[in-house]
């Protein structure tokens, strides 16, 4: 691999960096959205605390892949509509490293806060420590791979009206696993068993994903602009 | 030089253009002319490889597109109606992380000096959202200066919006470009002086 791509791998996670942080309302806007989704359930549910040890994983789960999939509407759209797609498409450099690049810089825009703000959103469900733990870990591997995942969604539905619903429909079926084996490794840990099990599992999903999705995502976002 | 043999562009049931042939010696410019909705913008994206080909083939320097695959995107440079600038970003951070993308490392100083030569130190350093349509159109532009490693330009529109200054600045450029052996396509509702080979191509 040149050092071409490396360079304008960097260039575009660098500029993408750069409008999240001129552009925090988005970001805000997805931190706020997983915050309050998972402060809905006890007031909703009531507060006992052993029916909210047992949903706690599930549900914090549930709201990561929600915000991580209400995020998505912003990670091709304003490229697809100002030209800079184009642009990425025309650089002459591996367009799946490119598109990697994005998804990486999207990540620590909207994946990244929602890991630091897991544990804390676990201790409302009483979850205790080692299960917090785990919880913080799943989401920092599991939330990448939704990225992934849902990039391929977002970059097959450039240009088409009601692109958000679509995409929902479209990647949230392939979101399931991830979710299981989330879920799954903070039920297990609050449980007192071992969640190595499943954290490993979805070590080898985000693994499968770096190594396939940029593919997939950079062949539908050529589809797309044709 | 740029090639096209019978090419053809077929949009749902309708023929934008049919059996197309051109050629586009080292140093010479194609103006593409036609009304709206004549195909323009859909010529110049398969020229430049963003659209796949119906029919024929398109080949630069002797060898086609798609024997040339992401390779050939290093040989072009392709200025789009849209201006492929973020509104959140300043001219300036536009114009370098824009060109870092491309593979063209630019300093700060000469992104700036670009900007001042054509007439945008004042705004170089505000989001470009700010400005008006003509300024974001000569931000875009500001590009070419880098791009002079690139032969191929593809322009679409590219003296849309433009003050009589700055569109005698670009035709200025774009005379340089192919007396230093470079091709420009581009399209165009006015007629613009390019004191160089221009042909004509009328899309019906």
């Known amino acids: 691999m040149s050092g071409g791509v490396w360079q304008a791998a960097s260039a575009v996670t660098a500029r993408d960096m750069l409008l999240a942080t001129r552009r925090r309302a988005d970001v805000l806007t997805t931190v706020f959205f997983f915050a309050i989704v998972v402060s809905l359930f006890p007031l909703g549910v009531g507060a006992e605390p052993a029916i909210l040890r047992s949903i706690g994983p599930g549900v914090v789960w549930v709201a990561a892949l929600l915000a991580s999939l209400l995020a998505l509407g912003r990670l091709f759209a304003g490229d697809f509509e100002d030209g800079t797609l184009e642009q990425l498409v025309l650089s002459g450099e591996s367009l799946a490293m490119l598109v990697l690049a ?113 593919w997939a995502i950079a062949a539908a976002v050529r589809i797309g602009l044709e | 030089m740029l090639e096209a043999f019978d090419i053809a562009c077929v949009r749902g049931s309708r023929d934008l253009f049919r059996q197309l042939s051109f050629r586009v010696v080292t140093g010479s410019a194609l103006r593409i002319r036609g009304s709206n909705g004549a195909g323009k913008t859909s010529l110049l994206r398969i020229l430049s490889g963003l659209s796949p080909l119906d029919e024929g083939r398109v080949s630069w320097n002797g060898q086609t597109l798609d024997k040339f695959g992401d390779d050939y995107a290093k040989q072009l440079l392709y200025v789009g109606h849209s201006n492929a600038l973020k509104g959140h970003l300043s001219a300036l951070e536009n114009l370098r992380l824009g060109l870092a993308i491309q593979g063209i490392e630019v300093s700060d100083i000469q992104a700036a000096t670009a900007l001042a030569t054509e007439g945008l130190d004042a705004t170089a350093d505000i989001p470009v959202q700010w400005l008006s349509a003509g300024q974001k159109r000569r931000v875009a532009l500001t590009r070419l200066m880098f791009c002079r490693v690139r032969p191929l330009w593809i322009l679409d529109e590219p003296f849309s919006a433009l003050d009589e200054e700055a569109i005698y600045r670009l035709s200025g450029r774009i005379v340089q470009h192919l007396n230093s052996g470079g091709v420009v396509v581009y399209t165009t509702h006015q007629d613009i002086e390019i004191d160089a080979a221009v042909q004509t191509l009328e899309l019906q």
């Open chain 1, 102 to 214: 994005k998804v990486a810089a999207h990540w620590v825009a909207t994946g990244l806060p929602l890991v630091l703000l897991s544990p804390l959103l676990g201790l409302q469900f009483g979850l205790p420590g080692e299960a917090l733990w785990v919880l913080t870990c799943s989401v920092a591997i599991g939330t990448p791979v939704l990225s992934l995942l849902g990039a391929i969604g977002a970059a097959l539905t450039l240009g088409v009206r009601g692109a958000g619903a679509l995409t929902a429909l479209l990647v949230l079926p392939l979101y399931v696993p991830v979710l299981i084996f989330g879920a799954g490794a903070v039920s297990a840990a609050a449980e007192g068993m071992q969640a190595g099990g499943h954290l490993s599992l979805l070590g080898a999903m985000l693994f499968a994903a770096v190594a396939l999705a940029p």
